[in-house]
């Protein structure tokens, strides 16, 4: 599907930019479909394209990017599959961590780390303490993440602890979710045309406004988020109120 023309190539200083943007990065597979490619091969160009993807957002003044890299439902791809994206993650790290943590990106991790290979796990780990104290940007990479999954853990956490019942508020389970002391995202986008949830960030995108466009990830630039942005800028966010009654 080809990228509709980008409108803007600068962001407006009247803009408000979202304090936090989250990415469903999709379309990699049908991306290297069109172009006779193996599918890794557009796993690969999705990630070429998070570089480009995170370094707009840290210089546009976006505070945290949470991008949704491996769902615990993506076991279920032909193996081949899931072993070549453990790789990409392991040689992204690898490969980019040293100019993320000069870039001054902290990167965090949303979801569970039990059942990836210890090797990955104790990459994951060293991009976590490396970062930890930087502050330009938060890069949360959701990665064996399921949204009901993560209710899940976060209502046993609360009966483990033995919280009354009647104590239990919005903020006992925002606390016990992966994303806590993250503010819930304002702008979620979603790529390559597909319009559904795919059980990203259930609780926190509560409120978010929603993006779909037709462009396959490895295609989603800069441009592409500036114009994500220009729209989020037309939108009213009224989280359930009424703004101007007399209107
Ligand atoms: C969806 O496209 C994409 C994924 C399931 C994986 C996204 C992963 C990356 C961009 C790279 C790895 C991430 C990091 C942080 C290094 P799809 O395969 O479902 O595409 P399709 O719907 O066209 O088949």
């Known amino acids: 599907m080809s990228a509709p023309p980008p409108k803007s190539s600068q962001l407006d200083p009247a803009w ?21 490619l193996p599918r890794l091969a557009g796993h690969r160009a999705g990630t070429e394209n998070l ?19 491996f769902s615990t439902e993506n076991w279920a791809r032909p193996r081949e599959e899931v072993e070549g994206l453990m790789e990409i993650m392991r040689e992204f790290i690898d490969r980019e961590l040293d100019e993320l943590d000069a870039e001054g990106v902290q990167i965090r991790h949303v979801g569970k780390l039990e059942g990836v290979r210890p090797e990955l796990q104790a990459k994951v ?54 994303t806590a002391g993250v503010p819930d995202p304002d702008l979620v986008i979603r790529t390559s045309g597909e319009v559904r949830t795919s059980n990203f960030l259930l609780w926190q995108s509560a409120y978010a406004e929603w993006y779909f466009t037709p462009v396959f990830w490895p295609d989603f630039g ?13 939108r009213e966010r009224r989280f359930g109120r009424v703004l101007d009654p007399d209107e």
């Open 16 to 36: 408000e930019v979202p304090a936090h943007i989250a990415i469903i990065m999709d379309g990699n597979g049908r991306w290297a479909r069109q172009r006779n």
């Open 125 to 178: 780990r060293e991009a976590i303490e490396r970062t930890r104290g930087n502050q330009r940007l938060v890069l949360n990479v959701a990665f064996n993440y399921g949204g009901r999954d993560e209710i899940v853990r976060a209502v046993r956490l609360i009966v483990q602890e033995g919280i009354p019942a009647e104590e239990i508020t919005e903020e006992t389970i925002a606390d016990r979710l992966y």
């Open 51 to 69: 570089r480009r993807v995170i370094r707009a957002c840290a210089e546009f003044g976006v505070r945290y990017l949470t991008i949704y890299a």
């Open 222 to 234: 800069r441009e592409h988020l500036l114009e994500a942005i220009a729209d989020y800028n037309r």
